[in-house]
């Protein structure tokens, strides 16, 4: 081929490396020639009980109807989560996987001569959103793997007009309390629109975290972004949302894609939403693994980053790529973070007891402390 299509492209999409998801487990099973039903997957933060058996009955429920276009406007799960967020509807917009949204506000607002804050260690979309646009991102040094929100305020500009906030944040685990969000969001210029990404929120009880819906009152520049793929066991039918003002979603809706949400998704969602004894299993099964994790890490004399997430990012006493590699040879499946910056670091989800503790038994096995 004579014609060079990566450079047609526009520049801020010819210097993009494509995003990396965790391996899946069969394509793990065919490299090493392991059996799927041996391997445990801890890499991509899913929630280890599976789909509620709400969601798995609203599915049967709407597979007559495959023939149909789905409710491009999601009448019944907006009206469900305005409910459940004390919001209205059309504050609401839907997205095929949170990550949808991200890339609906960096289209909406964001362009070449432009640029985005967000901090170091944060979610990898972050970037490629902004620089797909041709936007500037702008990766402000984290504080003790978390955000530094006064460094992040520093570095708005006049062509700032987007920053990106994680809470807690994806890979490391980290959280900022009520106080310092609201001290956050009074100092933000007001045409700076705060995308507070709140995928792991469900997880969080008590008072540490905020719950960034009640602040949207007092600050009409935030829009709260969260996901039915963690918490809600439906990372396979890719469905988030937003919650902001009016006026934004206004905004983001006339960039979003018909159809964005499908018709499984929605019904199933709309079922998980309603599904209080599964996200209540789901926490406890979360705290009892995150403390198995921790204490199996300290056996192993190895430190960690406390995590209010689903997921734990463990320090290792060598480079992890070689680690990771010899734990896949067990058939186990984490997370390298390299390419975060974290070149010492895995990235591993809580699972099941019994994954969890496969998991620390080829940890030890590979790092020679078995």
Request: hydrophobic share 45%.
């Amino acid at each position: 081929m004579s014609c060079d299509f990566l450079a047609l492209a526009v520049p801020g999409v010819q210097k993009l490396s494509p995003y990396v998801p965790g391996k899946p487990v069969d394509e793990l099973a065919r490299e090493l020639g392991l059996e799927p039903a041996h391997i445990v997957k801890l890499a991509s933060n899913e929630n280890p009980l599976g789909p509620s058996p709400r969601a798995l009955q609203a599915i049967r429920a709407e597979l007559d109807e495959l023939t149909r276009y789905p409710d491009g406007n999601g009448f019944e799960l907006k009206a469900a989560l305005a409910r459940r967020c004390q919001a209205a509807p059309d504050q609401i917009t839907l997205g095929n996987g949170s990550n949808d949204i991200l890339d609906l506000v960096a289209r909406a607002y964001l362009a070449p001569g432009l640029n985005a804050v967000f901090s170091q260690y944060a979610f990898a979309v972050y970037p490629i959103a902004v620089q797909a646009v041709g936007a500037e991102g702008r990766a402000v040094p984290a504080r003790d793997w978390g955000h530094d929100l006064d460094a992040m305020l520093a570095a708005i500009d006049d062509a700032t007009r987007v920053v990106f906030i994680a809470n807690p944040n994806n890979p490391t685990g980290t959280w900022f309390g009520p106080d310092a969000l609201q001290a956050f969001l009074r100092q933000v210029p007001e045409r700076v629109l705060v995308v507070l990404d709140e995928a792991y929120i469900e997880y969080a009880e008590g008072d540490d975290l905020p719950d960034g819906l009640s602040y949207l009152a007092e600050h009409p520049n935030l829009l709260v972004s969260r996901t039915f793929s963690k918490a809600y066991g439906l990372a396979a039918l890719r469905v988030g949302y937003s919650v902001c003002s009016a006026e934004i979603a206004d905004v983001l809706n006339r960039v979003r894609q018909p159809f964005n949400v499908n018709s499984l998704a929605l019904a199933a969602a709309c079922a998980a939403l309603e599904d209080e004894d599964y996200l209540a299993r789901s926490r406890q099964v979360n705290d009892a693994g995150m403390a198995q994790l921790e204490a199996g890490f300290a056996a192993l004399d190895l430190r960690w980053i406390p995590s209010r997430g689903n997921f734990i990012a463990v320090e290792l006493d060598r480079e992890a790529g070689p680690v990771y590699q010899a734990l896949l040879a067990e058939g186990v499946i984490v997370r390298p973070v390299g390419g975060y910056g974290m070149p010492r670091h895995l990235r591993i989800s809580i699972g099941l007891p019994d994954e969890n503790a496969r998991c620390l038994a080829a940890l030890a096995k590979v790092l020679g402390r078995g």
